[in-house]
């Protein structure tokens, strides 16, 4: 049988750097990604993967510019509001104490439990940082082992992205610049990860 991802975790890197190539200021590329997420949620919902996990923004890019700061945290309630939109059970992980937490996301940061059957399971990790979710008691515990994980915008790395569910994954780089986002993208990563040998340490 061919290997296909239950849940697969995204990495939308890359909106700055399109927003300067379209001769726009960095922090209006946010906006332009929201429809790249919402395609290929329901790209993956079609090919029927259960679970997917957004990198919304961590704790570390609040350290940006204010403008950015916003932009991005505007991007992440939109982004929200799309995805329950889709009829997807929406849960949002991040340090909630903290101010760069959107407070219109509260509502969504209630673990999901018995999301019926057929029903996508959506995680946002906004404000989110691996030191603050392990000391904190590994509040991301509920969240499923991550069997793939799509980094757009070339950058080899997972900067801090659940790194527990993680342990195990195969990750795969794409340099497309997440807001030129199409689904042969995804296709292109779902054939990549069917031909990884796969042994979870065996």
């Not at 329901?42 to 923004?57: H, P, Q, S």
Request: charged share 20%.
């Amino acid at each position: 049988m061919a290997r296909f991802p239950n849940h697969i975790g995204i990495i939308p890197d890359g909106n700055r750097r399109w927003a300067q190539k379209k001769g726009l200021n960095k922090e209006e590329g946010y906006a332009y990604g929201l429809s790249a997420g919402i395609n290929l949620l329901r790209a993956a919902k079609n090919r029927g993967v259960r679970e997917l996990t957004y990198y919304g923004f961590t704790v570390d890019n609040c350290k940006r510019p204010k403008e950015q700061v916003t932009a991005f945290s505007h991007a992440c309630i939109a982004a929200a509001e799309m995805i329950v939109a889709e009829g997807a059970a929406l849960r949002v992980i991040g340090n909630t104490k903290s101010s760069c937490f959107p407070s219109a996301l509260l509502p969504y940061t209630e673990t999901k439990e018995n999301v019926p059957t057929g029903q996508m399971r959506v995680n946002l990790l906004v404000n989110y940082g691996w030191e603050w979710d392990i000391k904190n008691g590994f509040l991301s515990c509920d969240v499923s082992r991550i069997d793939l994980v799509i980094r757009w915008g070339g950058m080899c790395r997972l900067s801090g992205f659940l790194p527990v569910q993680t342990v195990y994954s195969d990750i795969c780089i794409l340099n497309d610049l997440w807001p030129d986002y199409q689904n042969n993208q995804l296709e292109k990563a779902l054939e990549w990860y069917r031909k990884q040998d796969v042994t979870l340490g065996g």
